[in-house]
Structures are given as C-alpha cells and as structure tokens.
C-alpha cells in the first residue's frame, strides 16, 4: 500500500514525520507567517493536545503533562479563592 502526497510517494512502512508546529508558519494561510500576532486569524488548521485515530506513547505522555500544567495554574488559583479540589482519579492509560 502507498500513499501519494505533495507528489511523493509514501510506501508502506515509511517512517513520515508531521510537523505541527510548520502549520503556524503557513505563507498560503498568513500574510506574515514569522510574526507573532496574538489575534492571528484564521487558525483552522492548529490543534491543541490533538487527538489521533491510533496509539501511541507520545500522546499520553503530553496529555499526562499538559494536565498537570492545567492542575497546577486550578489549584494556585482555587488556593487563592479558598477553594479545595478533590484529587484527580488515576487513568487506566496513564500509570
């Protein structure tokens, strides 16, 4: 089985690599694609802790991390407010 795409040929067993963050620096989709623009729009094409149909190591890892960044900002901010947050139940995925 192969896959054609921008004209190459992928076959079966490729590794390809996809680089998300070149979605960003787009010159087809931003007229200034190296500037930083806070309000850039439209950004159709970004994803944030992205979802894939497969399995793989790399996707837990972020979200394990990318969680406990959110956990952290939560409860800095619920000890400020005087909050309590109960603790998080441990993912079968994640151990």
Same mark, same amino acid.
């Given at each position: ?45 970004? &994803? *944030? !802790? %992205? $979802? /894939? =149909? @497969?399995?793989?190591?790399? &996707? *837990? !890892? %972020? $979200? /394990? =991390? @990318? ?10 901010? @619920? ?10 139940? @441990? ?5």
């Amino acid at each position: 089985m192969t896959c054609i795409t921008d004209f190459r040929e992928v076959l079966t067993g490729r590794l390809v690599h996809d680089d998300g963050t070149s979605a960003n620096r787009d010159e087809a989709v931003f007229g200034d694609p190296q500037a930083f623009d806070i309000q850039r729009h439209p950004n159709p094409h970004l &994803s *944030y !802790f %992205g $979802s /894939y =149909f @497969g399995s793989y190591f790399g &996707s *837990y !890892f %972020g $979200s /394990y =991390f @990318g969680m406990g960044g959110f956990r952290a900002v939560l409860e800095h901010i @619920g000890r400020a407010a005087g909050l309590h947050f109960p603790p998080r139940a @441990g993912s079968s995925i994640v151990k």
